[in-house]
């Protein structure tokens, strides 16, 4: 869904949202000895067709490869599961490109790959997950929207509106409208390393911190946690050189309550990254546009 939408069209629900994060899937013969990207050997190669994905690696891990991996999710987990010859790991290593598979269709030898978490389960394959990757977790953050599924309307249609609203999930809502702000004002799309992270917390870190602690552990929620519902939305968001060289981050939280809080939310963590050099980045990539057309999504 473009992050602006025409003015004949609009929102009219986003449903509850799935896991937002990025998954690590390892390939079978590593998965027993490597269950993290900081794990590999230097030259291990990750498939991923997103710029997003690769550029926070490359910042994160710079002793990895990467090459793109085209086709749906099993057609991809075909191959990262096959084990190319000797024959064609050579041709691999003579042809092999830069930002793709190799030419002349020659099979590329991938360590892992980076899919998003909801695709996976949502396709039952959830068993194939090495890592669940976030800003504690590997260090990647997601796609602007990324879990979420939004019905797009024609704009002023009540009828449809009233019918959709049953599915709508405010908390989704309110956190994806905040996203597609940040998106929308740093002028990117899906095609740019913007990641973003969102998530629902109390006005009281403190509280954060020690519910984090219990949910890592198992334990349930403390007395006195988990009663109502947080207003406070937390926003993580970094843009990212396609080198993984050069990056602005930030986080910023506040209260959010409706629409234009969301909007307005997004737009504040955008000046933020603005005023930190985001702008500077994303010109050069822009200047860079035929390295991003070579590669397919966010």
């Known amino acids: ?25 390892m390939a079978p013969r590593l998965a027993s000895t490597h269950r993290s990207l900081s794990s590999l050997p230097a030259g291990s190669i990750v498939g991923t067709s997103s710029v997003r994905r690769s550029a926070q690696i490359a910042r994160l891990y710079p002793h990895l490869r990467f090459a ?13 599961d096959t084990e190319p010859t000797t024959t064609e790991q050579e041709q691999e290593q003579e042809k092999e490109t830069e930002h793709g ?8 030898r991938y360590s892992c790959l980076i899919l998003a978490a909801a695709g996976l389960e949502r396709l039952g394959l959830g068993a194939r997950i090495t890592q669940y990757l976030d800003s504690r977790h590997g260090g990647l953050l997601h796609a602007v929207g990324q879990g979420a599924l939004g019905v797009e309307i024609r704009a002023g249609d009540e009828r ?13 809502g309110l956190a994806c409208l905040a996203e597609r702000s940040l998106m929308r004002t740093l002028e990117g799309g899906c095609s ?37 519902e947080e207003q406070v939305l937390l926003m993580r968001a970094i843009v990212v050189s396609l080198d993984g060289q050069d990056h602005v981050q930030g986080e910023r939280r506040t209260e959010v309550k409706t629409s234009e809080q969301a909007d307005e939310f997004g737009w504040s963590m955008a000046s ?22 070579k590669q397919d999504g966010a």
């Open 1 to 25: 869904m473009p992050t602006q939408l025409p003015s004949t069209c609009t929102l009219g629900a986003i449903l509850p949202r799935a896991d937002p994060r990025d998954a690590l899937v």
């Open 160 to 172: 449809v509106q009233k019918l959709l609203e049953p599915l709508g999930d405010r908390r989704t």
């Open 192 to 228: 740019v390393p913007i990641g973003v992270e969102t998530e629902w917390v109390s006005s009281n870190e403190a509280d954060d911190e020690r519910r984090r602690r219990r949910r890592s552990a198992g334990e349930g929620e403390g007395e006195g946690e988990g009663k109502g």
């Open 101 to 108: 598979e190799s030419e002349g269709g020659a099979p590329v």
């Open 272 to 293: 933020d990254l603005v005023q930190k050099g985001a702008a500077r980045i994303l010109e050069t990539i822009n200047l860079n546009r035929d390295v991003i057309e």
């Open 68 to 80: 793109n991996v085209r086709g749906n999710v099993g057609t991809r987990l075909a191959k990262l």
